[in-house]
């Protein structure tokens, strides 16, 4: 590969996670958030929307997955919303529990939640930094 090779990253395509039970990783996303985009049990995937934007988050069935506590370290998929403490604060109404208490980033508010299967999934805000976010303030 000579150093003048390159490719241009345009952007993600969908981030996949594995899950053991179709049905019921729905059933979680929904209840986080998340609506379906699309569904193909056939296949063994089911592909989540994130804001706007084409890609999401892609559910894909691995047989003999159990449920499992998040590793450490691990992946973190973290996605922008408008205000995270309330985020957490509807997670939790959902019957989802947080990781820990939202806490403090550079621009904002976290929480994570992990999904049956160890996913750990991260909503975050830029109430500090709002000229960084997604809607400015």
Known sequence: MSD????????FDNVLLPVGDLGEAVGFYERAGFAVAFRLDEAGIVLLKVGGETPGILLRQEEGLGHRPPA????RVWMEVPDARAAARRLAGAGIAALDPPFSVATGWTVEIADPWGNVLGFTDYSKRPELGRRPG
């Open 4 to 11: 003048d090779w390159s490719y241009d990253l345009l952007g």
């Open 72 to 75: 450490w370290p691990s992946t």
